[in-house]
């Protein structure tokens, strides 16, 4: 489980990177409790960033991004482009985050997000 979020500290770090780059801002959109629901021990993560997005200077997202708590059966990180339809689940593989099967690398995620944010830019 800890390769996961060392996964999704990586992914966090391409967000922020693609923002500095392209005009984007990064928002934290929520942390993890500061606690395991029911276990009662403190969780020790990488970051404490559940989920993330990339908007638009105006603050309207057009790309969330999630990690699973610990305690969920099937782990994963989840990406969303808001009003497109498009949600991708990564899973961890050998070579780090996999989509269907193929490597989910830094260049695909600025692939992505930045025809997401191209798309799905406000008008006027």
């Excluded at 020790?44 to 997005?53: G, H, I, Q």
């Excluded at 593989?93 to 996999?98: D, Q």
Aim: proline letters at 7%.
């Amino acid at each position: 489980m800890e390769a996961l979020y060392q996964a999704w500290n990586e992914l966090l770090g391409w967000m922020r990177e693609y923002a500095d780059a392209k005009g984007a801002r990064f928002i934290v959109e929520a942390d993890f409790p500061n606690q395991i629901y029911r276990l009662h021990r403190p969780l020790r993560l990488p970051t404490p960033v559940m989920s993330a997005s990339l908007a638009y200077p105006n603050q309207e997202r057009f790309l969330l991004a999630a990690v699973s708590p610990p305690q969920v059966r099937d782990p994963g990180i989840e990406i969303r482009v808001v009003k497109a339809h498009i949600y991708l689940h990564l899973h961890l593989g050998n070579e780090g985050l996999e989509y269907e099967g193929r490597a989910f690398t830094k260049r695909r995620f600025f692939q992505l997000a930045e025809t997401a944010q191209k798309a799905l830019a406000p008008v006027g």
